[in-house]
Structures are given as structure tokens and as C-alpha cells.
């Protein structure tokens, strides 16, 4: 379990850098602006979900579930 969370903070900080970087050319190509925590923990939860069904790393369900509830409402 302490992997998988060490695998979410290195996954939101390496998003938020992302973002933060190229925020204004994503929100042109999505055409709205979105909030950078919401953009990162929703960008993580999507990741997870990859991971977890692709079986590439094993990753426990309530955590995808607890970054879904935190981001849902701002993605």
C-alpha cells in the first residue's frame, strides 16, 4: 500500500509540473480552463485505472476511489 501512494505523489507531481508548464495550450485544446489540482488528481485516477486493468501494477481500488471522489466535480 505505502508503493501505491508513493506511485500517486510521484504521478501528481510529475501532472501538476506538466500542467503547470502547459496550462494555457491544453485549455485551448480542451477550450475551457480547468484547475490544476483537478487536472492532476483526475489525470492520476485515469492513470490508475490503466495500471490497474492493464495489470501492470497492481493498485488497490478504494484508492482509485478516493482520488475519484476528490476530483469528480472539477474535471
Known amino acids: 500500500m505505502v508503493r501505491q501512494i508513493f506511485l500517486v505523489l510521484i504521478l501528481q507531481l510529475v501532472f501538476f509540473t506538466f500542467y503547470y ?3 494555457f495550450k491544453v485549455a485551448s485544446i ?3 480552463r480547468v ?3 483537478c ?3 483526475g489525470s492520476a485516477w485515469l492513470t ?5 486493468y492493464t495489470g501492470v ?7 482509485i476511489a478516493l482520488l475519484l471522489a476528490e476530483s ?4
Do not use: D, E
Open 57 to 63: 501494477f497492481p493498485i488497490n481500488k478504494f484508492l
Open 21 to 23: 508548464k502547459f496550462g
Open 39 to 41: 487536472f492532476t488528481v
Open 30 to 32: 480542451i477550450g475551457r
Open 48 to 52: 490508475l485505472l490503466i495500471l490497474r
Open 72 to 75: 469528480v466535480v472539477g474535471v
Open 35 to 37: 484547475c490544476p489540482v
